[in-house]
């Protein structure tokens, strides 16, 4: 079973600059969840899509955006990039078989913004 | 709200010794789930283990053992004999049905290294 695949690896940005980023979840799962990952404020909770909805999202400015497709893959993007952006932003598909269950994660994108 | 702490930030040993990495959590919910992810070098969270608040009893997978306490909301994790390849940075996680599932709250993560 593939894993989770996320593009673009690695990608570097200027100030004001917008990024979008790519994430395929496991087949099957419909649950597709974003967070960020910096040394300051660890790990953090972006959003979550389910079947082309947003179902939950975290204390990050409008500049942060995603939309998932009928095929449950996302795409997030952020709008006028700033210095803090840089992050490691990871994806993961959960099933929610049972409850919340484990979260399937991607290598990530590291995002660095100059 | 839900908080997840993880004291410690760095922890190093020597191979073949026991390690224990603490988590205490703080949820108003009844009803969570708890889980610990191992992130390697190369950057992937990696799930080890799943506990939902019902089930208090201790499990013990090869050398990794985890002992959740609910009446000091900890749940923590024990290597035993550890090894080289134990090196990582370990993430506590909690989970609750009232948010969507996909949204866990992690702790800070605790640096494991493990020395030959």
């Known amino acids: 079973k593939a894993g989770v695949t996320q593009t673009p690896r690695y990608l570097i940005k200027t100030r004001g600059q917008q990024v979008t980023l790519s994430c395929s979840p496991i087949?099957?799962?419909?649950?597709v969840s974003w967070y960020q990952q910096t040394p300051g404020q660890g790990l953090q909770f972006l959003f979550e899509?389910?079947?082309?909805?947003?179902?939950n999202k975290g204390n990050f400015p409008g500049r942060f955006s995603g939309r998932q497709f009928s095929n449950s893959r996302s795409e997030m993007n952020v709008s006028t990039l700033e210095l803090g952006d840089s992050a490691l932003y990871l994806c993961?598909?959960?099933?929610?078989?049972?409850?919340?269950?484990?979260?399937?994660f991607g290598e990530g994108s590291r995002l660095t913004v100059l | 709200a839900q908080k997840v702490t993880q004291a410690q930030t760095e922890i190093s040993v020597v191979e073949k010794e026991d390690v224990t990495l603490d988590c205490v959590y703080e949820?108003?919910?009844?009803?969570?789930?708890l889980f610990w992810y191992k992130q390697p070098p190369s950057g992937e969270l990696v799930f080890l283990i799943r506990?939902?608040?019902?089930?208090?009893q201790n499990e013990i997978s090869g050398r990794y053992s985890w002992n959740f306490q609910k009446s000091t909301s900890s749940f923590n994790f024990t290597i035993t004999a550890s090894q080289v390849v134990d090196s990582a940075v370990y993430f506590c996680?909690?989970?609750?049905?009232?948010?969507?599932?996909?949204?866990?709250?992690f702790g800070d993560g605790t640096t494991l290294t493990v020395k030959p």
């Open positions: 899509y389910f079947s082309e909805t947003q179902r």
């Open positions: 087949s099957g799962h419909r649950s």
């Open positions: 949820t108003r919910d009844t009803t969570y789930y």
């Open positions: 996680a909690l989970s609750e049905p009232s948010e969507s599932a996909g949204k866990s709250t």
């Open positions: 506990r939902n608040s019902f089930d208090e």
């Open positions: 993961a598909s959960s099933s929610e078989v049972g409850g919340p269950g484990e979260l399937f």
